[in-house]
């Protein structure tokens, strides 16, 4: 009977384990071809460690691809090999767009932007690092909001989409469920704000310490 008992007790347990999986909220970091390395490396670093935690784990990164390949090579030369593409059916929580030096060609993939339109539709965080501000910027995700784009970019992003009440000379802003950031070493600084209002100030700077982030704060105060 105790044997019997003991097996019962281990199914549900692998059940109740399998349906935590498939609810999981998903952090989406999307990707391609020419993304800046750190904006979307720094995000995966802190999450990635996030979701080992007993308080984050409910949470799974998810790579997107912006098209049908999902091996995408970064600027610096990084391959990924994305998990999902924008064509599969994903709900997420969270999604977060990278930059790359030139964006003219995602600004204008329809495809690409009525994906991050219907995220933005149900998302609980939109974000971006860097020039991502203009993907979404052309969803219409910015609208009437606060944000940010690269250092020296502002007047760019304002001038092409009049609705953002851009900030200027901000590291990192945050606006009305979103967060945008200057990107590049700052993705880091944005990817700590995002988890910070995803979990709490106290889990984020757990997680400060354990990627050792607060020794790179502390380098820099005077």
Partial sequence: MKIVTRLVCLIV????????????????????????????????????????????????????????????????????????????????????????????????????????????????????NCSGAFLLGEAGILDGKKATTWAGGEKDLAKSYPKIKVQYDQNVVVGNKVITSNGGPVSYQAAFELLTRLSSEKFSKEISESIQFNRLERAFKP
């Fill in 13 to 128: 347990l692998s059940i109740s384990a399998n349906f935590a999986i498939a609810g999981s909220s998903k952090i989406g970091i999307l990707v391609f071809d020419g993304f800046l390395t750190s904006d979307v490396t720094a995000p995966i670093e802190v999450f990635g460690a996030a979701i080992k935690k007993s308080w984050f784990a409910s949470y799974e990164v998810v790579v997107i691809s912006a098209t049908k390949n999902k091996t995408v090579v970064s600027e610096e030369g990084l391959k990924v090999i994305a998990d999902r593409t924008i064509y599969d059916n994903l709900e997420l929580d969270v999604l977060l767009v990278p930059s790359a030096y030139d964006m003219d060609d995602f600004i204008s993939n329809k495809n690409l932007i009525s994906f991050i339109k219907k995220q933005g539709a149900s998302a609980s965080w939109m974000a971006s």
